[in-house]
């Protein structure tokens, strides 16, 4: 009777057992999942851990750490131009200046296991985590002092991230391992922010209460180390009371601690709190530097780049040729009383074609104090000095040669939102059949529209990116009459690039940077010229672009025995006025335009041709009066046999007709266009120099 029993049991296992193998199968499945994804997550993690402490340099630059380090500027020839100090109001003191009263006070408001951590604590991190729990938002930090002082000196402007923090706590156990707790206090009270401008413990001493950092009480001690968590707020007097409390708190974790007696803490409590700034030493002027627009370009870059910390003072040496940095600012400032009203201002980038090496730099006219707003590195709308590059694409693509012809005739289009644009010319003519060479050195705007139907917006913004401008570029019609803004360095750049017929440079400010001792922290090469444009179709385009000067819109920037090249643009209401343009060995842009905004006086005769045309050829003029004369020619052949260009009989003007054809834009092809009502209204206006459109 046994068999059969065992007989049972085996074929109930025996069905059941598939069960069994699928349930075990999915645990396998799962586990492993769940390993390969701890094992990815750990090797991100780590990663971006290693990426955070690759930017750390070597941490014996504690040493002779010098927070808010002067910046010297040089030249090109290495002659000095000026030196910008500190930035931070801070004096640096020994440990032994500093009261042991304000060293206890921070200890016991911002880390009293300072002695006892090697640079981490695991019980601050767990202490805080439990906090921040039970109140459900960020409430306190785990941060040891060692911690704080690697985050300021080394990760000032990052967020907080876990990897961040871990990066933070393996510098911190090395720096515990090099330095001694005193020095690492040093560092800190020396580094420390305490609002009110003032960095540093002797700083912030004199700076609220008129003394030395040596002669603090326990309740200035109390006060100054209560302001650390939030000092730009609690240091200022409107939050004094709140600043008060917070003193207080302090007193109490020193009692808590066993810092001070209670004795101590009832004095410190009751001492009245007298606030008094210490008078300055000197007299402080505001600082202006020389060439202010380029040195304080440079100085920004190196600060944004290096930690200056590191150094006593750098030595920056760049590529500003004072003698044409003298006669830029000279051309657009003595310009600056014969500008049309409503235009205020004016900037120019000047690069030396062989290294893109930026000579010269002027982000605005008048006294700087009064304009501290670089117009040459911020963006302005191109007008028509875009639409060489819509032509380009063209070229490139082989869509169209500089002898195809194209219709300068009425057209509309169905913009954004299915509305209707009529783009005109600014002369509110048309030229019938033109050339493609025509209409590109008269800045026919249907023309530009034209070939930007054929060639599709993303391919042009495609050429432009790879020319050198970097500024957003919006995909519509409109971009091919130059509606999207640019810097001046930009289009100099990009324009750049079409003068060495299609080969990229970036532009240079910086040779090298230098430590206070002369030993060269960077240096930087003159770059490679990089191919990023079809040189045939990039010298057709500089083709036309010299005759833009020699018969086009251009002729007030034409030069004296130099060949030059180059073209103008005008945005809505004369508000944007550009010429860019080159010679055989510099690629120059200058930029007029209204700060406020405002509508310019003085008609059709306000445009970039007349107005920075004539500023691109003072300092033009200017620039080889003191500098060799190029002795070779632009690319694209023989400059001497050049002649103005001429409308001929072909391209008499005639007047719009009703009879206009809207077309919608494509990437590349396009149908046949469906007739229109001649009744159709434009949503955009009747355009200016290149084209009207809304903000």
């Known amino acids: 009777m046994q068999e059969p029993d065992r007989y049972q049991r085996l074929k109930s ?79 640096l003191v020994s440990l032994k200046n500093i009261s042991n009263n304000l060293v206890l006070s921070v200890l016991a408001q911002e880390d009293h296991y300072f002695y006892e951590h090697h640079g981490v604590s695991a019980e601050g991190v767990l202490r805080a985590a439990l906090a921040n729990i039970t109140a459900r938002k960020q409430v306190q930090g785990g941060s040891t002092l060692t911690q704080q002082l690697v985050k300021n000196v080394f990760f ?228 028509s000095a875009f639409k060489p590059f819509v032509y380009l694409t063209a070229f490139e693509q082989h869509i169209l040669t500089p002898s195809s012809s194209i219709s300068d005739s009425p057209l509309m289009v169905l913009d954004v939102g299915d509305t209707i644009w009529e783009p005109s010319n600014f002369d509110k003519k048309f030229m019938g059949m033109i050339s493609v060479e025509q209409a590109l050195a008269f800045s026919r705007n249907v023309c530009s529209v034209r070939v930007a139907q054929q060639t599709g917006i993303p391919l042009i913004i495609d050429t432009a990116r790879r020319a050198g401008i970097t500024e957003p570029l919006a995909p519509t019609l409109a971009l091919s009459l130059g509606s999207s803004a640019a810097s001046p360095l930009s289009m100099a750049c990009a324009y750049g690039t079409l003068a060495r017929g299609g080969l990229f440079v970036p532009p240079q400010f910086i040779r090298r940077i230098d430590d206070e001792h002369g030993k060269a922290i960077v240096s930087f090469d003159s770059p490679n010229p990089v191919r990023v444009l079809d040189k045939d179709a990039t010298v057709q385009i500089v083709e036309i672009l010299k005759k833009v000067v020699y018969g086009g819109t251009g002729t007030q920037a034409r030069l004296s025995g130099i060949p030059c090249a180059g073209k103008t643009g005008t945005a809505n209401d004369a508000k944007d006025l550009w010429f860019v343009g080159f010679t055989p060995d510099l690629v120059t842009a200058v930029w007029t335009g209204n700060s406020q905004h405002k509508s310019v006086a003085g008609g059709r005769k306000v445009t970039g041709g007349t107005i920075s045309a004539v500023m691109w050829r003072k300092y033009n003029q200017a620039f080889y009066s003191t500098h060799s004369r190029p002795a070779y020619s632009l690319v694209g052949g023989d400059d001497k046999s050049l002649t103005p260009l001429s409308a001929g009989k072909s391209v008499q003007p005639i007047i719009a007709s009703p009879d206009m054809q809207a077309v919608r834009p494509r990437r590349g092809r396009y149908r046949a266009p469906p007739a229109v009502a001649p009744s159709a209204k434009s949503q955009h206006g009747t355009g200016i120099t290149e084209y009207q459109w809304d903000n």
């Open 156 to 383: 000032p402007d990052e967020d907080r991230t876990i990897p961040l923090k871990l990066a933070e706590g393996l510098v911190a156990s090395q720096i515990e391992n090099r330095y001694s707790k005193e020095k690492i206090l040093e560092l800190y009270l020396n580094q420390i922010y305490f609002g009110q401008g003032a960095y540093g413990a002797e700083q912030a001493a004199k700076t609220y209460f008129a003394k030395s950092a040596k002669q603090l009480t326990i309740a200035e001690s109390a006060f100054l180390a209560g302001l650390i968590k939030s000092p730009s707020v609690l240091g200022e007097p409107s939050h004094r009371i709140q600043a008060l409390k917070q003193q207080k708190s302090v007193v109490r974790k020193l009692v808590d601690y066993g810092f001070i007696t209670q004795r101590d803490a009832w004095d410190a409590t009751h001492e009245k709190m007298i606030f008094k700034k210490a008078a300055p030493v000197q007299e402080v002027k505001t600082f202006v530097p020389k060439y202010p627009y380029y040195s304080s370009y440079v100085a920004q870059m190196v600060t944004d780049s290096i930690q200056t910390g590191r150094h006593a003072g750098l030595r920056v040496y760049t590529y500003l040729d004072q003698s044409a940095q003298r006669v830029a600012e000279k051309s657009l400032n003595d310009y600056q009383h014969r500008l049309p009203l409503g235009l205020d201002q004016s900037a120019l980038v000047s690069m030396r074609l062989k290294d893109g090496a930026v000579l010269a730099m002027v982000g605005g006219i008048g006294p700087y104090l009064d304009n501290q707003w670089n117009s040459a590195v911020h963006p302005h709308t191109m007008g």
């Open 13 to 91: 296992f025996n069905d059941v057992k598939p069960v069994f193998d699928s349930v075990w199968m999915f645990i396998r499945v799962t586990m492993s999942s769940i390993t390969l994804v701890m094992c990815l997550a750990v090797c991100v993690l780590t990663m971006l851990v290693c990426i955070h402490l690759a930017r750390v340099p070597n941490i014996s630059l504690l040493e002779n750490y010098h927070p808010g380090a002067t910046i010297s500027i040089y030249d090109i020839n290495d002659k000095l131009i000026c030196v910008f100090p500190e930035r931070e109001k801070r004096e």
